[in-house]
Every structure is written in C-alpha cells, then in structure tokens.
C-alpha cells in the first residue's frame, strides 16, 4: 500500500463547479500535512497547510481527519485558472522534513 | 525577499557519467531538501541537509549524495548515472526543523536527461 494515495484523475469539470480530492495516508504517526499545486513543468507551490480544525483560505477549504487518515480539498466556484495538479503531503515525522507525495490528481476546468 | 534558485535549468547525460545539481535557498532558509520527480509521479524525497549535515534520507542509493555549504546553498551528485535517474530534480527550502509549520519552498528544478 502506498504512503499517500490519491485519485489521479483527471477531473474534468465546467468553471464554476464545486470539486473536491481526497487523499489517505497509512501512516497514523503522521504530523502535518499540506496541499500543494503543480501546473504543468513547474515546480510544486504550496496551495495551503491542513489543520485539524479545518482551515479556509478563499475559494479553498482543506479538512485533514486523523480517525481516518485522510486529507481533503474542496475547490469552490472553480476557474480555468485552477487547471493543475494538485499533490497531497503528509510530513512523516516531527524534527525533520520528510515530505511524502501523493501521485497527484489532474484537475481540468472547462470553458 | 529571494527565492529558491537552480542551476542548471536543462541537462543532458550520457549513462555512467556524473552530475553535479546546485540550489541557492530562499533567504533565511538554512534547511534544504532534495526530490526526484519522475515524469507522471509525485515527488521523492531524496535526502535533507541541515546544518551542512545530512539530516534525514529516503530510498536512494549512496551514488546520490549531497552537500551543503555555510552560506545554506547545497549540491547534488549522482554518480554513475542510469537511465532511470532521467527525472526532474527538486531542491525545496525552510526553516529549522522544529521552526513553523514545516512548510517548505520549492525550486523551479532542473530537469535531467540521461542518454
């Protein structure tokens, strides 16, 4: 089983649309967690940090659930601009950066 | 504030030779991590350096290695190199371990093509 799964897609949804990725983590000693985006040949941005307690940042809402060992990404009101890879991270330990990727999940926005 | 630059951009090998990668990390970043992100794939974690010490190391073997230098920026050396090490190289910075979220910064990477 991999460290950090995620459906790759892609997903192909019209602007506007509401779209959410999930990803899961085997590993329950994990400690914080990240959404980044790569567009095509780029390198990975950080899109937001994922907390417990759900954070917001505009359009983008990211839930993480320890019970169930999994991250989530909603994308709200969806533009062509959002067109990217979006790659789940889980940091495996405390004291170090240890960065374990998803594959990534392709998300295409049509006109 | 500066981010974090690599050279170079493109390179082009023959299998069996050796490669030299370099990073420059984003001011008062004195952490560095290395990736390889094979084409299609997720980025893997290579190893990290800290302290111009190797703090932290994934399933590579020891032909990758690396350095870094008193002013944070660091290197990586692939010795004999294999088809398979054709990938794009990441280099992503931060802060101490223990400092912030752990987030990290990456790159623009330098994509490497063995012949």
């Known amino acids: 089983r991999k460290e950090v799964e995620q459906d790759p897609g892609p997903f192909n949804v019209p602007e506007g649309a509401t779209v959410a990725f999930n990803c899961t983590y085997s590993?329950?000693?994990?400690?914080?967690f990240f959404w980044y985006r790569q567009d095509c040949r780029k390198e990975p941005k950080l899109l937001m940090s994922v907390y417990s307690s759900g954070n917001e940042d505009g359009r983008f809402t990211a839930q993480l659930n320890r019970a169930s060992q999994y991250i989530s990404l909603l994308i709200r009101d969806s533009k062509l601009s959002d067109s990217a890879t979006y790659l789940c991270?889980?940091?495996?330990?405390?004291?170090?950066?240890?960065?374990?990727f998803g594959t990534g999940t392709r998300l295409k926005v049509l006109a | 504030e500066t981010g974090v630059t690599q050279s170079p951009t493109h390179l082009i090998k023959t299998r069996g030779q050796q490669v030299t990668l370099r990073c420059s990390s984003q001011?008062?970043?004195?952490?560095v991590s290395w990736y390889q992100q094979a084409l299609g794939q997720g980025p893997q974690f290579i190893f990290q350096?800290?302290?111009?010490?190797?703090?932290g190391r994934g399933n590579f073997p020891p032909r990758f290695s690396g350095l870094q230098f008193p002013n944070y920026s660091s290197e990586l050396n692939v010795n004999a190199l294999e088809l398979d090490d054709s990938a794009l190289y990441l280099c992503?910075?931060?802060?101490?371990?223990?400092?912030?979220?752990?987030?990290?910064?990456f790159g623009p990477g330098t994509r490497l093509t063995v012949t």
């Open positions: 350096y800290y302290r111009e010490e190797e703090n």
């Open positions: 001011s008062g970043h004195n952490t």
């Open positions: 992503a910075s931060s802060l101490p371990p223990g400092q912030g979220d752990y987030e990290q910064y």
């Open positions: 991270v889980v940091n495996m330990a405390s004291g170090t950066y240890k960065y374990i």
């Open positions: 590993n329950s000693a994990s400690q914080s």
